[in-house]
């Protein structure tokens, strides 16, 4: 899946050399450091302290490994009986699984579709294999991706210790979005079990139950994993936000004021500040990249598997409203709604984040372009990041299918669009055959 | 298709004389040992031809129990045919991997090479205007080998796909609208077709986005040498100017003109493809 | 040159009559005094306190001309098919919508709008030191036209469809004026936006003209070098000419201890006395302008003046600043463009959603009118092709001049690099030509595109997959509306006849309708590639 793994590891194995080099350059920032390592550094400080919750049901679920945290800027692989745990719960979903597609298989499993129509019926077994796919992919996907993500964690926590030492500035992370999302999550899921074991009659079994809930159960998760990578995404463009601002110091715009003297002091930091803005950028481009390559597989799936339900909920809405022979069933429509409102949310969640990371990530040469040295080398070295950004640009891709940003949003809903009139045209047809059936019967 | 192979072959030839020359002279000091996406895209295509041989095997005895000679001589002839064209397919699919390999040592070269300016204060080398002059060599083979298979290429996907789009309507004309029962035999036989089928289409398409995707990594490599201090100006010069090539003339294949081919292009033709059998189970509907 | 006293008339000068309009009218909540007398847009509480009530007022007045209004709307509902009256209500408050998102938008930006002004002026300052003026006098005329225009279709749809198609004997029926409201407020609002963009755009042509005034200006500088060598003032030109590059450097080094970085005051110093010979050129410019800072920019001042034919172009340490200079104000324009891109991208995406829906709405009511079926009461002016014909044009009007002018404002900013190179081509000089390189690569990643939201750029293109939109779209709802009309038919007919002739004309019916659905297959086959 990832041919440029190499790159990733070779570089791992540079930026190593980096750390020690960068050391030789700054005595005083090494002076600082042991000032502020001090106080910051309490061994056992939790990091990604504003993730902590949904990193924690995550590990519960076995998608994430339980790793052990060697300082406050490492973390290391996990224990040999956390990756047991793992294992087992993962061998515990996949179980559930395969017993889940057998229940459904069997007429038992059946009642749970509340559906007039062929089409519906078609359209809600879709929608249920979708979900069990992209579960079980996310799942697969996480188990193979351990090693990568706990790289990616530490190049991140790397990245802040290097800030750290050589500005003093300890970055936060301003994810506190995603205890509201989970708390959204679970809202709706357990609204949703509740709505359909309310509109079940007769008995219910101990299976339906386990269906239900393992149904519930696997659309969380996976909304979990796509707030988890928001949140990842989220970390990135906070350190490139961190690196434009610090290149934003340079340009012209904050020069203007100032008299020659402060501009001659202040100019002359910048050779040695633009190398570390260069390997920084690299850094989190390389992170970024890797953070796409590892989610990538189970966010196209998502998108397609949440693209879909949009859509259905739509149809089914549509068709509540439009038909004038039955009441409008408010359980119906409470249950569209809080599908719809759920998947918007991620939706839109996943492609801001997205979109402003690329954004961070692309503007910085915008920024660079501002800042107006005098002499040659000055120049020469805006140039040299210049030359190599030219048509360069960065995008969070799906797999490489489509780029993920902003635009995203709309080409979804456009496409729901059209798809909701193809439905409907099937409805039509359908009603029509229905209707030339009853004429025929008379 | 055979006979615009044949018209092209003395070209064929000299590209890929040239390609061979390539590799003798630049590339075999290096190992190529590391490189397991080459390997395994070369597993995954013999893999592929052979299962679809196999497939349309299994295809014709599963159809038609009693086998009869003149039946037997007809799937042979048949199989012959399929097989002649799926060989064409491949020998893009291995002159593409051959290409993505050597990009690949490209940027292997120029990463050690980057580490070592790191490492040890060398401030120049040669060896970044050697590579420029390979890449940009190979850029021009690829060029000429996407010329060559355009067309075959072309039909190959087209034809693909579309036996894809058939054979999932009929699927569904046979067994929802004639309500005839789905034996397991028959869905079993369906299912492998069509996968192989597409894993075929898909490994066309990937090999492609793979060589693509090196060389973006180029220009993403390049961009390392941005934070080494003092370079030489002849180096820092080569080095511009190979970012500037990259920029300007991409690692890409163009087929006939008509479109790039890459994942989104991919997805685009299967979007496309879902669609029409939408359309077509639609009609099919209508005409009950 | 002095900084206290203002070398350019602000653009927001030429905004009165707009100003006054919008903030009787209820657009703009800043200071109306403020305004005439230092000519600044300033937050006012008093100004949002009217607004807000303004907005009130709308809303109920509205609300009250839909209920008067709906009475018909509820035979529609029993005679008509559902699909008409769900577009119907659906569309009712679309262009209430539009004008809540602009009055808030306007309501939450008040402050910004005014710094907004304001750096446009920093700007014109900035490249009145360059020497390249900018002609503001036209904005004010496209305001009045633009205004009149407005008026003159507003009023124009109002009349016409109040006389002929609403019943006005009822005294309620005057309040079918308020149906006008919305869409007019929305002009106003845009009508800001578009003449703030093109002004944006006449300051890109300014600096692209400017290059490529240096060009001209040093081709004829080599024709007259080439031409009479012997000319009465040969050593200012060989002086300037034949600088080796090492003395260049060495002055450009000088330069730098000397001047310093300040760059405004380097600039205008410069141009007055440290050079001998382009004063003749520069101070005419600057003394006409002075006066009458409106008066047109000079490409070319009259050859008899200009004797020496100094060209800028030949001293590289000069041009070095000025094209530095242009450089950054290019920015600082792509920098107010983005910004105001901001400030208006809501009302934009709500103008362009209420653009698509309302075309394609009332081509369909027309359809429908057409066809002797009733539509929703707010559409009436559907009901005559010349009065629907009008509206179309005022709607897409708006929308495409918007599109259009973003499209070329941008077209504009990626101008100045071909300009650049132009002055790189023509002078044959090493140092320049570095300048030229490290310039252009910097103006490569000043970027100006208008985009919605981010959702989609405003351009050409753009126009082209949404005009695409709405033919596929209309058809499709033509199509909806056949069938069931159809549907309708046949039910009507089967209960009239007896069993036989209905299941006939049943029949018949639904060989009608596959005929249709082919089309819409056909259609919807069209629509994915839009997108």
């Given amino acids: ?442 | 298709m055979h006979f615009r192979n044949w018209w092209l072959s003395e070209e064929l030839a000299s590209t890929i004389n040239t390609l061979t020359n390539l590799y003798q002279q630049h590339l075999n000091p290096h190992d190529f040992n590391d490189c397991l996406s080459f390997d395994n895209y070369i597993i995954y295509k013999g893999l592929s031809i052979w299962l679809e041989v196999a497939s349309m095997f299994v295809m014709r005895y599963g159809l038609s129990p009693p086998i009869s000679f003149k039946l037997f001589l007809g799937l042979v002839g048949v199989m012959a045919v399929q097989m002649s064209i799926l060989l064409i397919g491949m020998h893009f699919h291995l002159a593409v991997l051959y290409i993505y390999r050597s990009v690949w040592i490209v940027n292997r070269e120029l990463l050690t090479l980057a580490n070592q300016l790191r490492m040890w204060n060398i401030r120049s080398s040669p060896r970044v205007q050697e590579l420029h002059c390979l890449y940009s060599r190979l850029l021009g083979l690829s060029n000429r080998l996407g010329a060559l298979y355009d067309y075959q290429m072309t039909l190959f996907m087209i034809s693909l796909l579309s036996v894809n789009i058939l054979s999932i309507f009929y699927m569904i004309v046979y067994c929802i609208s004639l309500k005839k029962i789905l034996t397991f035999a028959l869905a079993i036989n369906f299912i492998q077709a069509l996968a192989i089928n597409l894993m075929d289409f898909w490994l066309s398409i990937a090999v492609c986005d793979l060589a693509e995707r090196q060389g973006r990594a180029t220009s993403a490599i390049l961009k390392l040498f941005n934070d080494i201090p003092e370079l030489e100006v002849d180096l820092d010069r080569s080095i511009n100017d190979f970012a500037l090539f990259c920029c300007h003339r991409r690692l890409r294949f163009n087929h006939c003109g008509l479109f790039y081919v890459h994942n989104a292009m991919g997805f685009r033709m299967i979007v496309a493809c879902v669609l029409y059998l939408i359309y077509l189970v639609q009609f099919d509907y209508m005409n009950l | 040159m002095s900084q206290v006293t203002p070398m350019v008339q602000p653009l927001l000068l030429q905004f009165q009559q707009l100003f006054f309009l919008s903030k009787v009218v209820g657009v703009l909540p800043q200071d109306l005094t403020k305004f005439r007398h230092k000519n600044v847009l300033e937050k006012s509480r008093n100004g949002m306190i009217y607004m807000l009530g303004m907005l009130a007022l709308y809303v109920g007045l509205y609300n009250l001309l839909i209920y008067s209004f709906s009475e018909e709307d509820r035979t529609l509902k029993a005679t008509q098919s559902t699909l008409t009256f769900v577009i119907g209500l659906f569309l009712t408050y679309i262009g209430l919508i539009m004008m809540a998102t602009d009055q808030v938008t306007a309501l939450f930006n008040q402050g910004k709008l005014g710094e907004l002004y304001e750096r446009i002026r920093v700007v014109d300052e900035r490249l009145y030191r360059e020497q390249c003026l900018v002609n503001n006098s036209c904005i004010a005329k496209r305001i009045r036209i633009m205004l009149v225009m407005t008026i003159i279709f507003e009023l124009f749809i109002l009349l016409t469809t109040y006389i002929e198609l609403v019943d006005y004997t009822q005294w309620l029926s005057l309040l079918w004026m308020v149906s006008a409201i919305p869409t007019f407020i929305n002009t106003l609002d845009k009508i800001w936006f578009a003449v703030s963009l093109f002004a944006l755009k006449e300051r890109f042509e300014a600096i692209n003209a400017t290059l490529e005034d240096l060009v001209t200006e040093h081709e004829k500088f080599q024709t007259w070098l080439t031409g009479d060598a012997d000319a009465p003032e040969p050593h200012t030109a060989d002086s300037s000419e034949t600088q080796p590059p090492q003395y260049d450097s060495n002055l450009e080094y000088l330069y730098k201890e000397l001047g310093g970085i300040d760059i405004g005051s380097l600039r205008g110093s410069g141009g007055k006395n440290n050079k001998v010979a382009p004063i003749a050129h520069s101070l005419n410019s600057f003394g006409e302008s002075i006066q009458t800072p409106r008066k047109p920019h000079q490409p070319n001042p009259n050859p008899m003046m200009n004797m020496a034919h100094e060209s800028e172009l030949s001293n590289a340490t000069k041009v070095e600043e000025k094209l530095n200079n242009l450089c950054q104000v290019h920015d600082e324009i792509c920098e107010i463009g983005k910004a105001m891109n901001g400030l208006w991208s809501y009302p934009i995406l709500s103008l362009m959603a209420y653009g698509f829906l309302i075309f394609t709405a009332q081509l369909y009511f027309l359809y429908c009118a057409t066809r002797a079926q009733s539509i929703p009461s707010l559409f009436r002016s559907a009901k005559n092709p010349f009065i629907t014909v009008i509206v179309l044009v005022y709607t897409s009007g708006k929308c495409i001049y918007l599109i259009y002018l973003s499209w070329k404002t941008s077209l504009a900013s990626k101008r100045t690099g071909i300009s650049l190179h132009k002055c790189g081509v023509v002078a044959d000089d090493n140092l320049l030509y570095e300048i030229v390189n490290h310039l252009s690569l910097k103006l490569l990643n000043h970027s100006v595109d208008f985009s919605a939201c981010g959702f989609f750029t405003l351009d050409m293109e753009t126009l082209y997959g949404v005009s695409g939109g709405i033919t596929s779209y209309l058809i499709i709802l033509i199509q909806f509306n056949l069938a069931a009309q159809q549907a309708k038919d046949a039910i009507q007919s089967f209960n009239s006849f007896n069993d036989t002739a209905g299941l006939v004309g049943a029949a018949t019916e639904f060989g009608n309708e596959s005929s249709t659905l082919y089309d819409l297959v056909t259609t919807t086959m069209m629509t994915p590639s839009n997108y």
């Fill in chain 1, 1 to 442: 899946m990832s041919p440029n793994s190499w790159v990733i590891e070779m570089a791992a194995h540079k930026s190593r050399l980096q750390v020690r080099r960068s050391l030789s350059p700054h005595p005083h920032a090494l002076g600082s450091d042991a000032f502020v390592r001090s106080p910051h550094a309490p061994v056992g400080n939790p990091v990604f302290e504003d993730i902590g919750t949904i990193l924690s049901v995550l590990k519960a679920s076995g998608l994430l490994p339980i790793y052990e945290q060697v300082s406050s800027f490492e973390v290391g692989p996990p224990t040999r009986t956390n990756e047991f745990y793992s294992f087992f719960v993962r061998g515990v979903v996949h179980a559930l699984t395969i017993f889940n597609i057998y229940s459904l298989m069997t007429p038992n499993g059946a009642k749970l579709f509340i559906s007039l129509r062929e089409t519906d019926n078609v359209n809600q077994w879709i929608e249920l294999l979708l979900c069990i796919l992209t579960y079980t992919l996310t799942v697969f996907v996480c188990a193979r991706n351990t090693k990568c993500i706990i790289q990616i964690m530490n190049e991140i926590l790397k990245l802040d210790q290097e800030v750290l030492r050589q500005f003093g500035v300890a970055l936060s992370n301003n994810c506190n979005f995603s205890i509201k999302f989970l708390l959204l999550i679970a809202a709706c899921q357990a609204y949703i079990i509740f709505i359909r074991i309310h509109v079940l009659d007769g008995v219910i079994t101990p299976t339906t139950y386990i269906l239900i809930g393992f149904y519930a159960i696997q659309n969380g998760l996976t909304a979990t994993y796509i707030v988890f990578a928001s949140a990842l995404l989220r970390i990135v463009c906070i350190r490139f936000q961190f690196v434009n601002r610090l290149l934003n110091g340079y340009s012209y715009a904050q020069l203007l004021g100032k008299s020659r003297r402060q501009l001659q002091s202040h100019m002359e930091s910048f050779p040695e500040d633009s190398l570390f803005i260069y390997r920084t950028h690299n850094r989190l481009l390389r992170i970024y990249k890797s953070i796409n390559e590892c989610c990538s597989l189970i966010i196209v799936c998502f998108l397609g598997y949440s693209f879909y339900t949009v859509t259905t909920n739509w149809y089914n809405l549509f068709v509540q409203i439009t038909n004038n022979k039955g009441v409008i069933s408010s359980h119906i429509m409470q249950w569209c709604l809080a599908w719809l409102c759920l998947h918007t949310a991620l939706l839109t969640l996943l492609s801001r984040s997205c979109g402003a990371t690329t954004n961070e990530a692309n503007i910085t040469s915008q920024i660079l372009a501002r800042v107006y040295g005098k002499s040659k080398e000055f120049q020469n070295i805006i140039d040299k990041f210049l030359t190599k950004s030219i048509k360069q640009e960065v995008q969070f891709t799906a797999y490489g299918f489509f780029a993920i940003d902003n635009s995203t949003l709309f080409k979804i809903f456009s496409a729901v669009t059209t798809y909701l009139v193809i439905l409907i045209q099937f409805k039509q047809l359908e009603d029509s055959k229905l209707e030339e059936q009853l004429q025929e019967t008379n």
